[in-house]
């Protein structure tokens, strides 16, 4: 059995590593463009932050391992132009133009996912950047280090935007945020959008909403990054306006992809074709709280995939439940969590949703330290089920979102979570944790 | 309808307000024995910790609130002596030393717990101290303010005894801790232990293990706390041996106990007489793993039974799902979780228990402050459930504990779990959370 992966980070190499563990004899290549496999994308906002950081400390297993350790024949610089699905084989071209040509048995496409960049006047300018492969993280090193850069412009405040704010900041930058939407993260709740506003505000960031960027224009060695209304000068500029699937090689080859763009797949992973999987950010998933398809690219998604499809190729069970759709990222000292579906994701699913927003606070107010916490919960008053939970605090408040993500997966309904038995010590939560406060809330609405 | 509430603290008080929101008119009376009500007993350690602390701090409404604005007829310094259940009165005496007879149509017993206190030689002397009520707390806060003590001894290593040691070590006391068990917290893995006990030698706390201690004498104005093998001399002694439910009354009335001791109650908090219902430290609850009784008390489960006594005897529909066992509390820079059953636990229940400990870290490698977490996992061969999960962390780990708490709400198999999407970033989490790491080994032996 020929096992072959287009992709070397987080659903490729996950994939590889678990197929050789579960089949120590099976021949596995792994076909990467780039010179980079298994990195930790995420990290590179907290290595930019640090004059001394390292992008390739990010590099969480080297090539040579995966080779040697692992017998991978893991090829960089390769890079698959087109699938035969029929002939059942792949074919590209190597770092030096040499054409090559493929066999599979069972083919997984792990081919990410690509930073967008609108093709504005002025995009191609060598002082603009996105921020999604390892070599862009080394190029803004590269940049940020060689040209003592006072200002950066940031278009788009997604996670990556909001915490390159801080990175940035970090570094002594004047941070110049950009954005085209009215107001800062507009699938939370007024008021714990209002709370991460005010803290990017305090901390000294420029932030002009309702701008779309039309062009960028150079000033001498400085940009002009313009919008109708007016233009903000910076030394470079980050475009942060999300991702989009690498679905492209799939659909050439016939593959059917989702209504989001990404590539379709079952349960098992397979794509339309039952020896071609698709997993990690290129493919589309199940959300557990519609049981629709979505697409959320996430690096838990991704490994976890990269592990089924390994499983179910040599033979085991594999059923993917789903994703619920969980995120955290923090700017500054606040933190923004996130799990299930916002009001509006749950009216557009059909559910009969409403909502509560609770102010509540980390600690018990009787011991030094206790900080407001933010609670957006969403119900569905048909069947009383828990949709989603989104929260804003400064202690910590991150890892409470897991409790909620929990509770979707076990398709719980308000009333069960709401008698959950969680943890409290004055140092940690109040009696009621914030998560319960909102559920009691929330239940009176139901 | 008359509704008479034996004890003012947390599951009272919650029943009272509760009732009075429920049922404007409904005539409601507590009958508290002390002077203090709704108080927070689990804040006393960082209130003695605090040289400046004020335990009336803790108080979290004063009475005349209760009376004034909730109309409910709070009566301090009554003990209640005995109730006739089926005359459906209470008998007492007040503070004056009058007696007093009150008819009920439903009574609520809520009169907690008390501190274990071996009657051995010297345990009442005046140094000899427990710290259960808010008295207790203000004759220790009293007696650290007035006497200069240098050197505690600490008895017992629970919760309680345990925060002690970082309030008294914060206050400049030195602290002997002497334990009759071989080891530290004997329901935590032993590597989940060990972290524990490092952490309280390099702050300084003196442990001495297998030490009963059998009498405790003076020395001048000092003390020594002996056990067979040796004395220990300190200023004053703190026996924190544990909480014993106060269920004599209800002994007394007829109504049924259970095995723990504590008031049995079904689903809706009535003891074996259906007018009579017991909630907080002195009743019994189910347990959602074992579908037992048990008795664990903790605030929560206070205040939630109260609340649930309140609706259902104002005709709403109450079913107590029980609790899960969900524990936390720190020490220093350690911070101890627990939910659901130890190994020990699970193998008593019946249960075909195995087990794993996995050391993990608390956040991504790639970031700064990443600390080690070590996680224990139980789970049940037969069915794949997952029966607890303990751990012991150094990175505000406390708040991890409750996605595994939901999860056994959810009454969720091993397998389920590890597929939750639970939230990554690098600040919080590795892509695999801790309990991810421990629920994917632990599926390898189920």
């Known amino acids: 059995m020929h096992f072959v992966i287009i992709g070397g980070d987080a659903a490729g190499m996950s994939a590889a590593s678990r197929a050789r563990r579960n089949a120590p004899d099976m021949r596995i290549t792994v076909l990467e463009m780039t010179r980079d496999v298994s990195y930790s994308a995420c990290s590179m906002p907290y290595v930019l932050a640090d004059e001394e950081g390292d992008m390739d400390a990010l590099i969480m297993r080297a090539p040579a391992v995966f080779r040697e350790k692992q017998n991978i024949d893991l090829r960089l ?27 599979f048995d069972k083919l997984l496409i792990a081919t990410g996912s690509t930073a967008n960049m609108p093709l504005i006047p002025g995009h191609n300018l060598p002082q603009v950047f996105v921020l999604k492969s390892l070599d862009d993280g080394r190029r803004v090193a590269a940049f940020i280090g060689d040209n003592k850069v006072k200002k950066a412009a940031i278009i788009g405040a997604g996670y990556i ?25 507009p699938w939370l709740a007024p008021e714990l959008a209002g709370m991460v506003e005010k803290t990017l505000i305090q901390k000294g960031i420029l932030i ?32 942060a306006i999300g991702v989009r699937p690498n679905s492209f090689l799939a659909k050439e080859a016939g593959l059917a992809l989702g209504a989001s763009g990404a590539i379709a797949v079952n349960r098992c992973l397979q794509t339309s074709h039952p020896d071609i999987y698709a997993a990690g950010d290129c493919a589309e998933s199940f959300h557990v709280v519609t049981g629709e398809k ?41 933190e923004v969590a996130r799990t299930g579906l916002t009001l509006k994701e749950a009216l557009r699913a059909g559910f009969d949703a409403v909502e509560v927003v609770v102010k509540s606070y980390s600690r018990a107010k009787t011991v030094s330290g206790s900080k407001p916490v933010w609670v957006h919960m969403v119900g569905d008053k048909q069947s009383g089920r828990l949709l989603g939970v989104s929260m804003v605090g400064q202690d910590n408040e991150a890892r409470r979102i897991n409790a909620a993500a929990v509770a979707l997966h076990g398709r719980m309904r308000v009333a069960d979570f709401s008698t959950a038995d969680l943890a409290y ?19 009176k609405t139901l």
């Open 77 to 103: 610089g390769h890079r698959v132009t087109s699938i035969d699905a029929r002939a059942k084989r792949v074919l590209g071209e190597d770092a030096q133009g040499q054409a090559f040509e493929i066999a």
């Open 161 to 185: 935007g909001l915490e390159m704010c801080e990175a940035l900041t970090e570094r002594g930058i004047i941070v110049q945020l950009i954005r085209n939407a009215p107001t800062l993260l």
């Open 208 to 239: 002009n909403h309702g701008c779309t960027t039309e062009r960028i224009e150079t000033k001498g060695e400085r940009l002009d990054i313009c919008c109708r209304e007016a233009c903000f000068d910076a030394d470079m500029a980050l475009m």
């Open 425 to 443: 010590a004055p140092p940690f939560s109040p009696v009621w944790d914030p998560l319960l406060v909102a559920a009691n809330q929330l239940l």
């Open 294 to 334: 979505t697409w959320i690219p996430m690096a838990l998604t991704a490994n976890r995939a990269g592990w089924a499809v390994a499983d179910h190729i040599t033979g085991r069970p594999v059923r993917m439940e789903g994703v619920a759709g969980t995120g955290v990222f923090k700017i500054f000292d606040v």
